[in-house]
């Protein structure tokens, strides 16, 4: 059976380890993703997985799911009916907030490999894949995932929620720019969640080690970081694309929504930012 990336894996298991060792009140509560991966005996032992050093990146994984989902809660609300999720790995809010899967048709977008492993993950822990869960399986280097959406059941005429979380530094410029101009075109009130990497010579001193340690580490795996940009230049680029309106969201913003009261210390990495932009 095929397997997931080992990037789909890591930000599943930093979730899990969220819930497993850090103290509450939760950001984020995800034991699935972990069950999906089912990860040898002794992966909280992985150096990736070390609770002290690897904890600003954890902490980025729970607040930007945390975050995705809060927006996802409140269009939900205003009546939208279509989640899509660019890159959707292990991402388990079909399983975990069925309160919510109910009302949506969720479109998961990803590789085929992971798609059908996913499948049978879904089918072997009882899940199953229900009508309103689509697992679209796109070659991205062959196939228009515009079109496999379509093909899965789309309706470009209502609006949707979009997110894609942890894709766009693995993509060229060129390919980011095509898709931001292929979402804006979506119905008027449809949203995109995006995170973007920011710079290193943006990013503070006591982060840019870490910072390179992750970079070496996504190359070693043959899908290095190619991607950054500026808060202001991603929300212009968003703009210039034809989104009506774009905002950033910052590290900073997440901690004040989900790490305030916190006496653990437990903070979101600043590398990694949102845009936040509405057709």
């Known amino acids: 059976m095929t397997a997931p990336d080992h990037t789909a894996v890591r930000v599943a298991l930093w979730r899990a380890l969220h819930r497993q060792i850090d103290a509450p009140p939760y950001v984020f509560d995800d034991e699935i993703g972990l069950r999906l991966a089912a990860p040898e005996d002794g992966w909280r032992d992985r150096p ?4 002290r050093i690897t904890s600003p990146m954890r902490a980025g994984m729970v607040s930007r799911a945390r975050f995705v989902e809060d927006l996802l809660d409140e269009q939900i609300g205003r009546g939208v009916d279509q989640y899509v999720l660019l890159g959707a790995g292990l991402d388990t809010f079909a399983q975990r907030r069925t309160d919510l899967a109910a009302r949506v048709t969720v479109f998961e977008i990803d590789q085929p490999g992971t798609q059908a492993w996913k499948r049978q993950r879904l089918t072997e822990l009882g899940f199953g894949v ?19 959406l379509l093909a899965a059941g789309f309706d470009p005429s209502r609006p949707a929620v979009v997110a894609s979380t942890g894709v766009s530094m693995y993509l060229s ?17 449809s949203t995109l969640a995006m995170t973007f990497m920011l ?32 808060p202001d230049e991603i929300v212009a680029l968003a703009k210039e694309a034809g989104f009506a309106a774009a905002q950033h969201i910052s590290s900073a913003e997440l901690t004040r929504r989900y790490f305030a009261d916190r006496a653990d210390g437990l903070r979101p990495a600043e590398s990694e930012q949102i845009l936040v932009a509405v057709s």
Do not use: C, H, K
């Not at 990736?48 to 609770?51: G, I, S, Y």
């Not at 390919?175 to 008027?188: C, E, G, V």
């Open 199 to 230: 710079p290193l010579e943006l990013v503070g001193s006591g982060e840019q080690q870490m910072r390179r340690f992750a970079e070496q580490g996504a190359r070693a795996s043959g899908t290095p970081f190619i991607s950054f940009y500026g």
């Open 130 to 148: 229900p009508d309103r869960l689509r697992l679209v399986p796109v070659d991205f280097e062959v196939d228009s995932w515009w079109e496999r």
């Open 48 to 51: 990736d997985m070390d609770p």
């Open 173 to 189: 410029g060129e390919a980011n720019t095509a898709t931001l101009r292929q979402l804006s075109a979506l119905a008027p009130g």
